[in-house]
């Protein structure tokens, strides 16, 4: 009897002692952050920004795989099929959870069901820009210039964001640009500045420099207030289409089923690096305006966008590229 006691009890205390090696904290290996468009961009940056800032927390490395395409697509599909176990997350633009779902009617991820949100990291303007070759000094005098010239002028877009933020102004003030989309707003900001295309719709952060070095000329911002980025470029409310207001922002996200305090910690820890300093002097050089909210309000704010944006592309008859 003292025999088979002592035998269950050793194997007791060897299972104890492997228990650890079975059962690892997280995070133990590498995070990775799926980005749905090319590096250089505003996703890109906030990604690349934020990721930096957790990696230090987390004492883990944050690894960004850019996954361009198909406006996000791409990188949220992956997303959506990754495991929940926190070492693959999703940063994601408003266009890939609130304006693809109005969009396609055969989208392969939903982003309440194959999704939970983490926090906003970023909301910036979209700005209309233009080739300096093109004579139009405001967004007044583009208007006139495209009704001049019905579909012989084009603009670039880097996401759907951007073409739902133009196209609204098109079918409001009845002008025709004919669109031209590029797979990141790097890509469509380096075709705008070589007169590939003649007026540019970006966000503002692979924007600006060129804007500031006079290769681009910016006409107007499509947020209620003007950005502080560039204070003498006056919004669109203001000239052409009161009201107008529309702001894009970027959220974290990690797959459906992402143990809840896993998802608490890289909320904690991504809301403590938005607030550091040096993160706010580099979102404002790129004039991205930091923002955190816990994942109940940044669910509640997607719900609110899919329905503003469903009537918008009904009334539009906006149609994918």
């Known amino acids: 009897m003292g025999w088979i006691l002592f035998r269950a009890l050793a194997s007791a205390a060897l299972l104890a002692s492997a228990a650890p090696v079975h059962a690892q904290a997280w995070p133990s290996k590498p995070i990775h952050i799926l980005v749905g468009f090319p590096p250089g961009g505003g996703t890109d940056i906030i990604a690349r920004v934020v990721g930096a800032k957790m990696q230090e927390a987390l004492k883990v490395p944050f690894v960004i795989e850019n996954r361009g395409g198909a406006t996000g697509l791409v990188a949220s599909e992956v997303g959506a099929k990754a495991a929940p176990d926190g070492y693959t997350l999703l940063i994601a633009v408003s266009g890939q959870f609130t304006m693809n779902p109005v969009l396609y009617s055969n989208l392969r991820y939903d982003p309440f069901k194959d999704f939970v949100p983490i926090t906003l990291l970023a909301q910036f303007p979209i700005v209309i820009a233009v080739h300096p070759s093109v004579p139009a000094k405001s967004i007044q005098e583009l208007v006139t210039l495209a009704k001049s010239q019905p579909g012989k002028l084009n603009y670039g877009t880097g996401g759907v964001g951007h073409v739902i933020a133009f ?149 539009a008859n906006i149609k994918p590229d």
Not at 235 to 249: R, Y
Not at 263 to 282: C, G, I, M, N, Q
């Open 167 to 315: 196209e609204m102004m098109k079918q409001a003030l009845g002008f025709d640009i004919q669109h031209v989309p590029f797979k990141g707003g790097a890509q469509a900001s380096q075709a705008a500045v070589a007169g590939d295309v003649q007026v540019l719709v970006l966000d503002i952060g692979p924007a600006l420099p060129p804007i500031k070095a006079g290769r681009l000329r910016a006409l107007a911002v499509t947020t209620a207030e003007r950005s502080p980025a560039i204070p003498d470029v006056p919004t669109l409310a203001e000239t052409v289409s009161p009201g107008f207001d529309m702001i894009l922002w970027v959220g974290l996200f990690a797959p459906a089923g992402t143990p809840t305090n896993v998802v608490s910690t890289l909320y904690r820890e991504a809301t403590r690096a938005l607030k550091a300093p040096e993160t706010v002097d580099r979102l404002q050089s790129f004039a991205m305006s930091p923002g955190w909210m816990p994942p109940e309000r940044l669910a509640a704010l997607m719900k609110t966008e899919i329905a503003r944006y469903g009537a918008i592309v009904k009334a």
